[in-house]
């Protein structure tokens, strides 16, 4: 979904949110050649990442109310568990307004009680399948409170500093990465991909899987 396309009226979320995305496999990824400047883009200054050394980050850039997003959580979920162990694949929230800073401290809040696993996938559920806007503050501590999560400790985390933080770092990495839609993905804070580069997010993933075989090549 690119900067543009956020006033999709409901039955294009909808419509959009059942198309059923093919997996990805690191073998046709091998066979196939990616070019510089049609199926991705080498950043013009390199980004820092997060990953140790002889590991390789890779990012997904995702909004939740996207119906995209939702479209490919399920994708993504099976390549992460399928990915090679020096893979450090994490998600980051974007924030092309200031209407999206909730969902991005409600991702953040999950993941600093420890409740990310859990309930990530039934954001995108609660947004697209119940729809639920979970756009302000208030519905959003609700929500979660009904997911047996600790309402009152997850107010206090979703209000903190350190998630505000984490907010400004996400969307200093979009501006960075030069983000036009998502979901779309970072390589080793070297290279950009999206759906409309590779033509499908079934490709970016083998994109992703070439670029990841040049880094590790050096």
Not at 39 to 61: C, H, M, N, R, Y
Not at 97 to 121: C, P, R, T
Not at 135 to 143: G, L, M, N, Q, Y
Not at 180 to 200: F, I, K, L, N, Q
């Amino acid at each position: 979904m690119k900067r543009r396309e956020f006033s999709l009226s409901a039955a294009t979320a909808v419509a959009a949110s059942a198309v059923t995305l093919p997996m990805a496999t690191p073998a046709v990824a091998q066979v196939r050649q990616f070019k510089e400047g049609k199926d991705f883009q080498k950043l013009s200054k390199p980004v820092a990442t997060e990953a140790a050394v002889g590991k390789i980050e890779v990012i997904e850039f995702f909004w939740y109310s996207c119906p995209h997003c939702n479209a490919f959580e399920p994708v993504l979920d099976a390549w992460i568990k399928a990915a090679s162990k020096d893979l450090v694949i994490r998600r980051v929230p974007v924030a092309f307004n200031a209407s999206f800073l909730s969902q991005q401290k409600l991702y953040y809040a999950l993941e600093g009680m420890g409740k990310l696993d859990a309930v990530h996938a039934k954001v995108f559920r609660a947004i697209h399948v119940e729809k639920l806007k979970l756009t302000k503050d208030e519905d959003i501590f609700a929500w979660v409170g009904n997911q047996g999560v600790d309402a009152a400790k997850f107010k206090e985390i979703y209000n903190s500093f350190n998630v505000a933080n984490q907010a400004r770092r996400a969307a200093q990495l979009q501006a960075d990465y030069g983000v036009e839609g998502v979901p779309s993905m970072g390589v080793a804070g070297r290279y950009y991909t999206d759906g409309t580069m590779a033509g499908s997010m079934q490709t970016v993933l083998q994109v992703v899987d070439y670029l990841v075989s040049s880094v590790r090549k050096g």
